[in-house]
């Protein structure tokens, strides 16, 4: 045995302790949570030198799977960790990953799928994943979620199986407690166990080695060929499972089998359970047994290849099965694990009955009582056999007086409140611009706000003064579309809205395809004397930043494709709602939970995208940049956003706003910070209008303010003023010199 | 409190806490402290969602002794211990559901035991108050270190010398000129505890799991909602000492603080001016939703609002209620 040492950790941190321990080449990954912790443990171990992982920041599960596959086919040992819509984004990859046999380890954090979207555990996205062919091994604590990580690279790699694997565990239950465990004092010791990455014998894309074909398309005769290689090689992965498994004890003195079994010598009813929930049944199990009931627990530390024989002879002696199930599929009667069991004992010649019962769907709590309530299931079906095979535990009928709380509740506001008719919009043909008036923004305050009281952000949050502020320009109706992101996740969680217009909210890159498809049908139904609504109708898809790096493809398509409506993106420089990591808008060197400062790297490493100038380059009809700092300058450009949406084709806007929390500026100072922006020449506020380039808050009339001005205002990038990021710093004001001046030339030229 | 096991053979603790006010922190301390210097075994999580800062979070730390296995990894429902950050947390939350009569209850106030206990009819037999708060801004800290202070205070299973250490754990990569008035804030609480134990509690400890309303028959299909509810929530618990006081004698009504007010708390009517032409007046904030960020006082031009420490019950007597259209005018 190996030393180890105690610690006091979760398994978010396990999983990334084994991949420094490890040393994996390459990590390509996109934050989702509850996964996200795993990256964002290796880079802060990463900026102070304590392992070599190159961590890739994708910009969608999508990108981030793809480069996980490019760095397998270059011969390097890979990683990534994801969950529920990550793994669904990804999920087109991953029968490539598996098909053309390259390995990698890839960490599910359970978590249910969405919709509605719910951010808690449950084996949805794990069943999405059965099907891909990947070796699938499933822990029930931060410790397991360690040793699956280590033999999981081995088992992957073996010569025998050579796919991708799989470490599922679950979310926010395991990934976040923590709890005592061991972990090896040297990674040396790991480093051994898995060994050198072997590449003779394999095909790789390494320059300078003989030249390979990857991923070549096959006729039917040859694909049969290579599945059936593939179910070869899942077969042997129960054995090597088993292989390593022993060599992993005589290295921890930890024991893993393919299925653990506890309390079942002699039991008559036998609950079967994945993860987290099979240590938290023990205690169920332990109080059953003194009160004399021989009741027993499996849990399979593999799904995938399925341990069929292993379970069966668990099984063999029971009366009843009782199969727990964290995911369902629907109209099967018994999700995936409970079919794969029911095959496996028929092929057995067992007839034993399974009672499947689906329980902590969305991370519904599952107590011990819970799992003696479901044990209790096997006894009741032996005493009337007529209990469903198969149901739902943990739903219930509701409450009809309680539920009056999603009942409509205020009257509708008819169109005519939010027209105050102070605002005119006049397309001026000579200039071939549209001319705005705008009242005193004091006159405005008429006109309700398009949400009410009642959100969930953060104290001081910018999201809905931005917002808001924006709405004051806009007469008439809006339609609002949101991709998730704090905006959304603090104004609909269920059973409250803050809505008083139509809203809809859909998946983090599908907002202005989703909003597309509104407009466009509303029209055709108008078209059709269907349905009536005034020509002001404004369709608004509202994006973080964030949103704007996964839902890029979508939003530059919908750009191109002329629908009238606006996209506007609160930008707040990183992926707020999942606990500030970097987006592509994140400004140089700024210190987020993915890009950390240390003693090896400082910040992020490259500068902020500029969205406005892509969406620019789509040749949409109007496209600004606005902020609450220059309130009159922001209602003007949603005046004319509007006209251009209801009367001709797409509008981008990008608005800036503060996130006190994980900008690390003080709440009160919202406003002057996104102001400091502006006036240092950072966030120029500007427009676009059919092509031609107006600055329209000249930061220099009015005097512009040093960048140290803005850089001070924030704790994520103060450190920006210290000495020793001099070079940094330098290079922020350079980039931003370097954008403005191009601006400039914008402006001044109707050419450019 | 000594290391008295529940029947469970856990002792457990629940921190009751809103987001941003580093509840978890002190939940990560504690069970660090006892698993390194107390060698018991230990878990720690809190109730994650997707709740900002500002929202309420629960915390739970359940210790065992080192010959136990933690297996229980449901949140804690029944705890011998419960700490609550913020007071205003009574208002709107269940803070004490499950709390074990013979107990303690650890609450960041301005109150004595005596006076918490009569004002929330308290039924706990242990009853610790500090004023976190006020140690806090005095360090210019936050205020959980002065929690864990209070904390330590009444329980002895622990052992307070390593405190210093955590803090210096916590803070010390990312903050390491935190580390000091943290030290600090955490003694200051640990002296400034008030500790009262009743002898007039009634046993039984109380916990009910309540079911959602919105069951399958009464949820609507898809889980739509029927336009805006979220206006019945009450926001103050987000404050955290600091709200902004309204002088309308001053008040120009440029409409700058409704501009960047993340919460719409500005209330408008609609009025006529000296020249007799219709014009929109402010008539003040509506508190129920104001999170104190005080960013309107930033942008007042003429100091109609001013930052203010809040004052108790001076936001429910100075609310301006923002008018909504209630169906069929029934509220
Ligand atoms: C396919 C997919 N990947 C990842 C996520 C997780 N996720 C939800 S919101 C979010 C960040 C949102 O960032 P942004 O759009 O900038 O909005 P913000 O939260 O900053 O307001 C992430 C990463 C997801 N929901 N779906
Ligand atoms: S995390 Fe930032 S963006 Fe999100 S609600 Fe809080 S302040 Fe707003
Ligand atoms: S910013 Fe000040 S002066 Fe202007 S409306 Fe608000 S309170 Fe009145
Ligand atoms: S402090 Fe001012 S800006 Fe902030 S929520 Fe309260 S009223 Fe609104
Ligand atoms: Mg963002």
Same mark, same amino acid.
């Given at each position: 045995m190996k030393p180890q040492i105690d610690v006091f950790k979760a398994g978010n941190q396990m999983a990334a302790q084994a991949a420094a321990d490890i040393n994996y080449h390459v990590m390509g990954y996109f934050p989702i949570s509850p996964s996200t912790e795993v990256a964002q443990? !290796?880079?802060?171990? +990463?900026?102070?030198?304590?392992?070599?992982?190159?961590?890739?920041?994708?910009?969608?599960?999508?990108?981030?799977?793809?480069?996980? =596959?490019?760095?397998?086919? @270059?011969?390097?040992?890979?990683?990534? %960790?994801?969950?529920?819509?990550?793994?669904? =984004?990804?999920?087109?990859?991953?029968?490539?990953?598996?098909?053309?046999? =390259?390995?990698? *380890?890839?960490?599910?954090?359970? /978590?249910?799928?969405?919709?509605? !979207?719910?951010i808690h555990c449950d084996h949805s996205d794990l069943y999405f994943a059965l099907n891909a062919g990947w070796v699938i091994l499933t822990g029930a604590n931060p410790q397991q979620v360690y040793d699956l990580n280590i033999m999981a690279l081995k088992i992957a790699e073996h010569q025998d199986v050579r796919l991708p694997a799989i470490v599922s565990y679950d979310g926010y239950i395991t990934s976040h407690q923590k709890h005592n465990v061991k972990v090896f004092e040297n990674a040396q010791d790991v480093r051994e166990f898995v060994g050198e990455m072997k590449r003779e014998g394999y095909d790789f894309v390494i320059p300078e080695t003989a030249p390979v074909t990857v991923g070549a398309h096959m006729k039917g005769d040859d694909f049969m060929n290579n599945r059936y290689q593939l179910e070869v090689a899942q077969t042997h992965a129960l054995r090597v499972f088993e292989e390593v498994a022993a060599e992993y004890e005589a290295l921890s003195g930890r024991k893993y089998e393919l299925v653990e079994t506890y309390q079942m010598e002699d039991a008559e009813i036998g609950l079967v359970i994945l993860n987290s929930s099979a240590d938290i049944a023990k205690s169920a199990i332990d109080k059953m047994r003194a009160e004399g009931k021989k009741v027993g627990l499996v849990r399979p530390n593999i799904v995938r290849p399925f341990p069929a024989e292993a379970l069966t002879q668990a099984l063999k002696d029971v009366k009843v099965i009782v199969m727990g199930e964290r995911a369902d599929s629907a109209g099967a009667k018994g999700g995936n694990l409970s079919h794969d069991l029911k095959a496996a004992l028929h092929d057995a010649n067992m007839t034993t009955p399974v009672i499947t019962r689906i329980y902590g769907l969305g991370g519904k709590e599952f107590y011990a009582s819970d799992a003696e309530a479901v044990v209790t299931l096997g006894y009741d079906f032996l005493a009337d056999e007529t209990v469903e095979k198969f149901g739902y535990y943990g739903v219930n009928p +509701?409450?009809?007086?309680?539920?009056?709380? #999603?009942?409509?509740? !205020?009257?509708p506001r008819p169109v005519s409140d939010y027209v105050t008719g102070k605002i005119t919009t006049t397309f001026n043909e000579e200039k071939n611009k549209v001319d705005v008036? *705008?009242?005193?923004?004091?006159?405005?305050?008429?006109?309700?706000?398009?949400? *009410?009281?009642?959100?969930?952000?953060?104290?001081?949050? +910018?999201i809905f003064s931005g917002l808001e502020l924006f709405f004051k320009g806009i007469e008439g109706e809006i339609v609002i579309v949101n991709q998730t992101g704090c905006a959304y996740v603090v104004t609909a969680g269920y059973p409250y809205s803050s809505y008083q217009q139509h809203y809809v909210h859909n998946l983090f890159q599908s907002g202005p395809a989703t909003l597309s498809g509104i407009a466009e049908a509303l029209f055709e139904m108008r078209h059709r004397g269907e349905i009536t609504f005034a020509d002001s109708a404004t369709f608004v898809m509202v994006s973080g930043d964030g949103g704007m790096d996964i839902g890029?493809?979508? @939003? #530059?398509?919908?750009?191109? /494709?002329?629908?009238?409506?606006?996209m506007l993106e609160y930008d707040n420089q990183g992926y707020m709602n999942t606990g500030a990591q970097m987006s592509y808008s994140t400004p140089l060197g700024n210190r987020t939970s993915t890009t950390n400062v240390g003693k090896v790297r400082v910040g992020k490493q490259y500068a902020h995208k500029d969205t406005a100038q892509i969406m620019a380059a789509c040749n949409m009809p109007y496209v600004f940049t606005g902020s609450e700092a220059y309130p009159l300058d922001l209602v003007k450009k949603a005046a004319k956003a509007q006209w251009y949406a209801n009367n001709v084709g797409p509008v981008y806007g990008k608005i800036l706003i %503060?996130?006190?929390?994980?900008?690390?500026?003080?709440?009160?100072?919202?406003?002057?910070? *996104?102001?400091?922006?502006?006036?240092?020449?950072?966030?120029?506020? =500007?427009?676009?209008?059919?092509? !031609?380039?107006?600055i329209t808050v000249d930061p220099e009339a009015k005097k512009r303010v040093p960048v140290e001005d803005w850089v001070g205002y924030m704790g994520k990038s103060r450190h920006l003023l210290k000495p020793e990021n001099e070079a940094i710093l330098a290079k922020t004001k350079a980039e931003i010199e370097r954008r403005y001046n191009q601006l400039k030339a914008k402006h001044d030229s109707e050419y450019l | 409190m000594e290391f008295i096991p529940n029947k469970h053979g856990f002792v457990e603790i629940r921190l009751e806490s809103i987001g941003g006010q580093g509840a978890y922190s002190v939940g990560q301390m504690l069970a660090q402290i006892g698993v390194e210097g107390s060698h018991l075994h230990a878990i720690c999580f809190a109730d994650y969602g997707s709740e900002k800062k500002g929202a309420p979070v629960k915390t739970f730390v359940r210790f065992a002794k080192d010959d136990v296995t933690i297996l229980n990894y449901s949140p804690v429902n029944e705890p011998q211990i419960v700490a609550v950050f913020h007071e205003l947390l009574f208002k709107t939350q269940p803070v004490t559901d499950g709390l074990h009569t013979d107990g303690i209850l650890i609450v960041n106030t301005d109150q004595t035991p005596e006076q918490l206990r009569a004002m929330y009819n308290l039924n706990v037999k242990t009853i610790v108050t500090v004023d976190a708060t006020k140690i806090a801004l005095q360090y210019k800290t936050k205020l959980n270190t002065a929690m864990l202070g209070a904390i330590f205070s009444s329980l002895n299973f622990l052992d307070p010398t390593l405190a210093a250490d955590a803090i210096e754990k916590m803070f010390g990569y990312k903050y390491p000129h935190l580390v000091e008035p943290n030290v600090s804030t955490f003694k200051d609480g640990m002296e400034q505890a008030q500790t009262h134990v009743f002898t007039d509690v009634e046993a039984g400890i109380a916990h009910t799991r309540k079911p959602t309303p919105f069951g399958y028959e009464t949820q609507n299909q898809g889980g739509e909602i029927a336009g805006p509810n979220s206006y019945t929530k009450n926001l103050t618990a987000s404050r955290e000492g600091m709200m902004p006081e309204y002088l309308n004698e001053k008040c120009i009504h440029c409409s700058n603080c409704d501009n960047v007010c993340p919460d719409f708390c500005f209330v408008w009517e609609e009025g006529v001016d000296a020249r007799g032409r219709a014009q929109m007046f402010l008539q003040g904030i509506d508190y129920n939703y104001c999170k104190g960020c005080l960013k309107c006082v930033e942008v007042c031009p003429t100091q109609a609002l001013v930052s203010m420490v809040e004052e108790r019950d001076y936001a429910d007597a100075h609310r301006v209620q923002k008018p909504f259209d209630f169906l069929g005018g029934v509220k």
């Open positions: 443990y !290796l880079d802060m171990m +990463g900026v102070n030198g304590q392992h070599d992982i190159q961590l890739i920041a994708a910009d969608g599960e999508h990108g981030a799977a793809g480069i996980c =596959y490019g760095a397998a086919t @270059a011969g390097a040992r890979v990683f990534n %960790a994801t969950s529920a819509n990550g793994l669904m =984004y990804m999920l087109e990859q991953l029968p490539v990953q598996s098909g053309t046999r =390259y390995p990698m *380890v890839l960490n599910l954090v359970n /978590r249910a799928v969405s919709g509605p !979207l719910n +509701g409450d009809s007086e309680k539920g009056q709380l #999603i009942q409509r509740s !205020l009257e008036k *705008v009242p005193p923004l004091r006159m405005l305050t008429s006109k309700p706000k398009r949400l *009410v009281n009642g959100h969930g952000a953060c104290p001081g949050c +910018g890029m493809g979508s @939003a #530059i398509g919908t750009a191109l /494709r002329g629908h009238k409506l606006i %503060a996130c006190p929390l994980n900008w690390k500026s003080a709440d009160h100072d919202g406003t002057n910070v *996104v102001k400091a922006a502006t006036d240092c020449g950072f966030f120029p506020l =500007y427009e676009v209008e059919q092509g !031609l380039t107006t | -």
